[in-house]
């Protein structure tokens, strides 16, 4: 509309941005902030249900950043066994988190196609394109990419140093 001569937004996936042509003035952060989790040392020791909010909020939130930033991809691959799928993967920079999950693709009569695997593998957003790539050149087809919402691991570092601060 022409009418403002500068506009303030709170961005975070600058969609806003985009969306209305503007462009963000190098220096021009008027604020910055971040979220602080605050508790009373003595509930965290004596009442065993905060603890336990406490460490939910901070595994969903943790998990939510992680997931953030990587993306689930998810493609077929010609393969005589299960085995050469995972070796076939390994050649590719693409490891997943803790390696590529393997599964049989089951025909529409309910068999297994025994030539063909399912692939997941977690991938960094930024390196999806490189990524597809990589997975084609070993015979990957139809590549599905699918946004996470949380990665939860074995053990949430917030959480454990927490437990180290309280001495728990």
């Known amino acids: ?5 500068a506009i303030v937004d709170l961005v975070s996936s600058e969609t806003t941005l985009r969306e209305n042509n ?3 003035i190098d220096g021009g952060v008027v604020l910055e902030s971040q979220a602080t989790l605050v508790a009373s040392r003595r509930s965290l020791h004596t009442r ?5 909010v406490t ?5 969903r939130l943790e998990a939510h950043l992680t997931a953030s930033s990587e993306l689930m991809v998810t493609l077929n691959i010609r393969a005589s066994s299960a085995l050469e799928a995972v070796q076939r993967v ?3 920079s693409i490891c997943g988190l803790e390696g590529p999950n393997i599964s ?6 309910g068999k297994v196609d025994v030539e063909y695997y399912s692939v997941d593998v977690v991938v960094p957003q930024k390196l999806l394109y490189k990524a597809i790539q990589q997975l ?3 015979g990957g087809s139809v590549v599905l990419v699918k946004k996470l919402t949380y990665t939860f691991e074995e053990e949430t570092p917030r959480w454990h140093n927490l437990l180290t601060e309280l001495g728990l």
């Open 136 to 138: 084609r050149s070993i």
């Open 104 to 109: 049989s693709v089951y025909r529409t009569d």
């Open 48 to 52: 065993e249900s905060v603890l336990e």
């Open 22 to 24: 503007l462009k963000e």
């Open 90 to 92: 390994s050649q590719t």
């Open 1 to 5: 509309m022409d009418m403002a001569d």
């Open 55 to 59: 460490r939910e909020v901070l595994e």
